[in-house]
């Protein structure tokens, strides 16, 4: 029996095929993107940067007066914190507090200027590729969270309660990591102090601890802020994009060796004790499963929370630290 095509047949007839797969992401976005940002389960971008089918019945062509015309509706609180509008929000404070306070506590002092180890190594990165300037840092972060907001096509609305949220939360995750410093200390040297002491010896911690209330504070929320950006942001990113894209390996591969990777450039980042001359094996150790935690905190939770969390720990141990 011949079927004639009729009114139905035409009616299941695929669509014709557009510029570009509707179900795959626009290739050079994802590639510039996923050098710059973290590859959270939040932030999946191959899944963000998609273009949705026509033919998919969660997309409707015709929208109700009622509807928002632009982004997604609201997420939930563990999906929203993660999002680039409200990290933005959340780190500003912070990166307001440190570049001011830079400028009241970390200068002077007969000419001699102090920065956060991590700043410098961006300005110098910069410095690289022929930009200067005492601001591309922040300005870089502020920026990557601009864009990436953009190519989410996410809604300009502010909940200030997930702000609030975000900070209570960073301060949670901040409590574990100073109950396992104090262990891993405690069995390495056999001793209590924690990472103040592993960094900078009895003597080095004393003199951090002279320091004034203001500069300490500024250099807790300077260290939480761009030894993030540098070591989880930019480092995992990295890695992880040579590891999975360039070399082939699966994503799960990829983001087990970005996390081991950035916590040992974090433990080197940290392992000289001034005067000492070589490595401190405690402070290596030590610093290590600090960037394991940073590591799995920042891809479970995404950039927001980690750099609250640190930011938290290092003022609960420059601001309250006792000895």
Known sequence: MCITQTGLDKQARPPKPILHSPEKPCVLCVSVVKLLLPHTPALALGASLTYPSPMSPTVSHRR????PQYGPPDAHYWSAATKPLHVLLFLLPLIIFYEI??????????????????????????EAFGVHGLWMPPVLLIIVLLVWHFLLHERWRIRPNILGWMAL??????????VLGQLLFQVLVGESGGALAATNGAAGAEAVMSLPLGTRATIAVGAGLYEEMVFRLLTIALVHALVHDVIGFSDKIGRIVAVIASAAAFALYHDAVPGSGGLDASALMY??????????LYLVRGLGITVGAHAAYDLAVLLLWNG
């Open 64 to 67: 109700k007066r009622s509807e």
């Open 101 to 126: 306070g830079s400028i009241l506590w970390l200068r002077g002092n007969g000419g001699i200027t102090e920065e956060i180890k991590a700043r410098w190594v961006l300005g110098r990165v910069f």
């Open 169 to 178: 939360e960073a301060f949670a995750w901040a409590v574990p990591l100073m």
């Open 287 to 296: 610093f290590f499963a600090a960037g394991l935690y940073f590591g799995v």
